[in-house]
């Protein structure tokens, strides 16, 4: 990491850069303004009316180019380029295999969900387009913690028809939106990586023995691009199957010994959902580039299956696509009870596993 820069170096690595040039209207400076200390900005470009001593950050847009006394900011370490290609909507994204960009495709999604614990929900599946995930993005920046109820556009996006579909699948027809257990987070630039974890809450009894239920389901809405600099969440496939001993689940999980290809991270597109099974490990990547926002939302269970006098024509777990086939060996037969128990199939099978997988055998 480079060292932070003093003020008049910035200035100069500006008025020297021509990219930053050609952005120079919508550069601005943040400073103090003395005698009360008022918080104020000024164009890039009027600089010379404020002393240097008191500014505080050069900021592109919402993005800080450079602030006072910080380490490895966008300037230091040349990454501007790099800036002005997320912010445009320039990115190029390699998805996760379990995404669901068609209605057709659900059947495998959700088979490929209860292997692997995730399942990413494109844009292009419900009714929004890009200027919709633009402003969500813009008031998200006024929300903190759980004002998330705060923007009216949440529920346009759990109530479109796909998006109540797919959670209708996993978790019957009357499920509900907790309230109390969703918030939006903020990564900001600079963030390390977070450690591997489960999220709790406090009527939640996690057991040290599989049972095939699925009660609770996480739903991660990105309104901006969310690419490998900006710090997009990562999970390790499968771990909702698995425990680190039979009788303790810590709230920090270490994956310092085990085969790295399990972690998958969930960049994508503007308008992304992405739904996770509550008992995945999961964290926060490093973020080098811009601060990325977050819209976590908790779904849950109201009613077991059998409560349901009429099941839809859902075909057998055996006859549906496996959409990735990289994954433990074991967790095909968790994933096939979960969906016997969830559609009120008979699993012919019949295995009856109980015991959850030691992560330490991967």
């Given at each position: 990491?480079?060292?932070?820069?003093?003020v008049?170096?910035?200035i100069?690595?500006?008025?020297e850069?021509?990219?930053?040039?050609?952005?120079?209207?919508?550069?601005?400076?943040?400073?103090?303004?003395?005698?009360?200390k008022?918080?104020r900005?000024?164009?890039?470009k009027?600089?010379?009316?404020?002393?240097?001593?008191?500014?505080?950050?050069?900021?592109y847009?919402?993005?800080?180019?450079?602030?006072?006394?910080?380490?490895?900011?966008?300037l230091?370490?040349n990454?501007?380029?790099?800036?002005?290609?997320?912010?445009?909507?320039g990115n190029?994204?390699?998805?996760?295999?379990?995404?669901l960009?068609?209605m057709?495709?659900?059947?495998?999604?959700i088979?490929?969900?209860?292997?692997?614990?995730y399942?990413?929900?494109?844009p292009s599946v419900?009714s929004?387009?890009?200027?919709?995930?633009?402003?969500?993005y813009?008031v998200?920046?006024?929300l903190v913690?759980?004002?998330?109820?705060?923007t009216?556009?949440?529920?346009?996006i759990?109530?479109?028809?796909?998006v109540?579909?797919v959670?209708s699948?996993?978790l019957?027809?009357?499920?509900?939106f907790d309230?109390t257990?969703?918030?939006?987070h903020?990564?900001?630039?600079?963030?390390?990586?977070?450690?591997?974890?489960?999220?709790d809450?406090?009527?939640?009894k996690r057991?040290?023995y599989?049972?095939a239920?699925?009660?609770?389901?996480?739903?991660?809405?990105?309104?901006?691009?969310?690419?490998?600099?900006?710090?997009?969440?990562?999970?390790?496939r499968g771990s909702?199957?698995?425990?680190?001993?039979?009788?303790?689940?810590p709230?920090?999980?270490?994956?310092?010994?085990?085969?790295?290809?399990?972690?998958?991270?969930?960049?994508?597109?503007?308008?992304?959902?992405?739904?996770?099974?509550y008992?995945?490990v999961?964290?926060?990547?490093?973020?080098?580039?811009?601060d990325?926002?977050?819209?976590?939302?908790?779904?849950?269970?109201?009613k077991d299956p059998?409560?349901y006098?009429e099941t839809a024509?859902?075909?057998?777990f055996n006859?549906?696509?496996?959409?990735?086939d990289?994954?433990?060996?074991?967790?095909?037969s968790?994933a096939?009870?979960?969906?016997?128990?969830?559609?009120?199939?008979?699993?012919?099978?019949?295995?009856?596993?109980?015991?959850?997988?030691?992560?330490?055998?991967?």
């Amino acid at each position: 990491m480079q060292k932070a820069l003093k003020v008049n170096e910035a200035i100069t690595k500006i008025l020297e850069d021509e990219l930053l040039q050609n952005h120079i209207d919508e550069i601005y400076i943040i400073y103090t303004c003395a005698p009360d200390k008022n918080v104020r900005k000024i164009l890039f470009k009027q600089r010379h009316s404020v002393p240097q001593r008191l500014y505080i950050s050069i900021n592109y847009n919402r993005h800080i180019l450079w602030k006072k006394g910080e380490q490895g900011d966008i300037l230091s370490e040349n990454l501007f380029p790099k800036l002005l290609q997320y912010t445009s909507g320039g990115n190029h994204f390699i998805l996760p295999k379990n995404k669901l960009s068609t209605m057709s495709d659900i059947d495998s999604c959700i088979k490929q969900f209860l292997i692997d614990g995730y399942m990413m929900i494109l844009p292009s599946v419900y009714s929004t387009n890009d200027s919709f995930h633009s402003e969500v993005y813009n008031v998200g920046q006024e929300l903190v913690g759980h004002r998330i109820l705060d923007t009216p556009f949440l529920n346009q996006i759990i109530r479109d028809p796909a998006v109540v579909t797919v959670l209708s699948r996993l978790l019957g027809q009357d499920y509900f939106f907790d309230s109390t257990d969703s918030r939006m987070h903020l990564s900001q630039r600079g963030r390390k990586d977070q450690h591997w974890h489960r999220d709790d809450f406090r009527e939640y009894k996690r057991l040290n023995y599989f049972q095939a239920q699925l009660t609770n389901v996480m739903a991660m809405y990105y309104p901006q691009d969310t690419i490998k600099e900006s710090g997009p969440t990562q999970i390790r496939r499968g771990s909702h199957l698995c425990c680190n001993s039979i009788s303790y689940v810590p709230d920090r999980l270490v994956f310092e010994e085990q085969r790295k290809y399990y972690e998958q991270s969930m960049v994508c597109p503007a308008g992304s959902i992405v739904l996770m099974h509550y008992d995945l490990v999961h964290r926060r990547a490093a973020n080098t580039l811009a601060d990325r926002f977050m819209f976590k939302m908790m779904f849950r269970r109201t009613k077991d299956p059998h409560e349901y006098s009429e099941t839809a024509e859902i075909p057998n777990f055996n006859d549906v696509k496996t959409l990735d086939d990289d994954h433990h060996a074991d967790c095909v037969s968790y994933a096939k009870e979960l969906w016997c128990w969830m559609y009120n199939q008979k699993n012919e099978s019949n295995n009856n596993v109980r015991d959850l997988i030691d992560y330490t055998t991967w």
